[in-house]
């Protein structure tokens, strides 16, 4: 008896791929659409940074250092920070005490209308800053303030420096091995997934792009803070992205560094928002959604 003959498959192995590719192709274009169309526009100088007679990132330094500390609902980790930071600064003769005692001149607060995200705060302070170098610092004090002289130290080894522009990156990549044992699998998933699409899509030469202590020159953070788009905490990638796009030095320095509780980093959604951000940021450059523009000091 002879057996019934098999089915034709509609698609031959070749024909299926060929349709794969192009709906891979579709859907590639799709995207860069949808990241061009909703890219915003060039970042303007922020209002805040206008009221009065704020300072002003264009106008020549008038301190040799400003510290940006963004802070949302930090009132049990700030204290502790701003006391260690003060503490330290006090013996270089930098600052005594909070502003209420000693007014604006040593410590000042830029408080926002709405919550902007820690790339938001960053931009704002950094545009507001006085100094010749410009220090990025958390609010939870997970780097001890000391180490900026650490930063400090890297920052002079990347004289003599191009157009007065550099930066110095804290890093904790040194503690990765210490940091996995005390992860879940899932959050150390979730890291390693996050470091490759950093390396792939945006910034190849820092390890640990995220650590949040960072000194720049006054030029370099005009610069950079003027291209900026990101405003959430994806920030500290499309920074370093625009570093290496106008071929800023940049130095990666160990640091000290301890886990303080009360992140306001939610793991999985956080990271989920971070790798959309990045691969926004590499596609809106691509596609010319977003431009890189130079500025100049008055």
């Not at 019934?4 to 709906?23: D, K, T």
């Not at 799709?30 to 007679?53: F, Q």
């Not at 080894?157 to 990765?176: D, F």
């Amino acid at each position: 008896m002879a057996l019934p003959p098999l089915p034709s498959l509609p698609l031959s192995l070749p024909a299926a791929a060929l349709a794969l590719a192009a709906l891979a192709a579709f859907l590639l274009v799709l995207i860069c659409v949808i990241a061009h169309v909703t890219a915003k526009t060039m970042p303007h100088e922020d209002a805040e940074c206008r009221k009065g007679s704020a300072p002003n990132l264009h106008d020549p330094a008038t301190r040799e250092l400003s510290v940006v500390v963004p802070s949302y609902n930090e009132e049990n980790r700030l204290p502790l920070m701003m006391d260690e930071a003060l503490d330290y600064l006090e013996k270089r003769q930098v600052a005594k005490e909070y502003c209420k005692k000693y007014g604006s001149d040593k410590v000042r607060v830029i408080s926002l209308e709405k919550n902007r995200g820690k790339g938001g705060a960053v931009r704002t302070g950094v545009f507001s800053s006085r100094g010749k170098t410009i220090l990025m610092a958390d609010a939870d004090g997970a780097t001890k303030f000391a180490d900026i002289e650490k930063v400090e130290e890297g920052l002079k080894n990347l004289q003599p420096w191009p157009e007065g522009m550099a930066i110095s990156c804290g890093s904790r990549a040194h503690l990765e091995k210490d940091s996995i044992a005390k992860r879940s699998y899932f959050r150390t998933l979730l890291m390693y997934g996050f470091h490759f699409l950093v390396w792939f899509l945006c910034v190849k030469e820092i390890r640990d792009t995220q650590c949040g202590f960072k000194l720049l020159t006054r030029q370099a953070a005009l610069q950079t803070f003027s291209n900026l788009h990101i405003e959430r905490w994806a920030f500290d990638v499309e920074l370093l992205y625009i570093a290496q796009r106008l071929k800023i030095p940049i130095a990666e320095v160990a640091v000290n560094w301890t886990e303080i509780e009360g992140s306001k980093l939610v793991p999985f959604w956080s990271w989920l928002q971070m790798g959309r951000d990045l691969l926004f940021i590499r596609l809106r450059y691509m596609t010319g959604a977003w431009k890189l523009e130079a500025k100049k000091c008055n």
